[in-house]
């Protein structure tokens, strides 16, 4: 059965920063990456990283986002910069594996002041 373990959620005042980590208990080469979902809306893809290191962003991120991975940890990270109130959601790692998509169990980030 596919764990992922997410950390680093929180509230935070707009322009501020928080890290998100997802260790996962397969291959840190599969597939991974975050969505979001906030109250009332459709869950929505923020960041990816491919098997090959490719990454990609939604465009409401670019540029504030970075998803990154530690290999040895088998962790992949999502930094948050210039955070915003419409980046409220939680937020949910996934990992792709042959058995399918597997999720996070959320962590809830708030922007507010």
């Known amino acids: 059965q596919v764990q992922l373990v997410e950390s680093g959620g929180g509230s935070v005042q707009p322009g501020g920063s928080l890290r998100l980590s997802c260790t996962t208990s397969?291959?840190?080469?599969?597939?991974m990456g975050w969505y979001r979902q906030a109250p009332g809306k459709e869950r929505e893809m923020v960041a990816t990283i491919s098997s090959g290191g490719n990454r990609n962003y939604a465009d409401s991120v670019k540029g504030r986002f970075a998803i990154s991975r530690d290999n040895a940890k088998k962790t992949v990270f999502l930094q948050m910069s210039s955070l915003k109130p419409e980046d409220t959601a939680v937020y949910y790692c996934f990992t792709r594996t042959q058995a399918g998509q597997s999720w996070g169990q959320g962590t809830q980030v708030t922007v507010s002041s």
């Open positions: 397969e291959s840190i080469f599969n597939p």
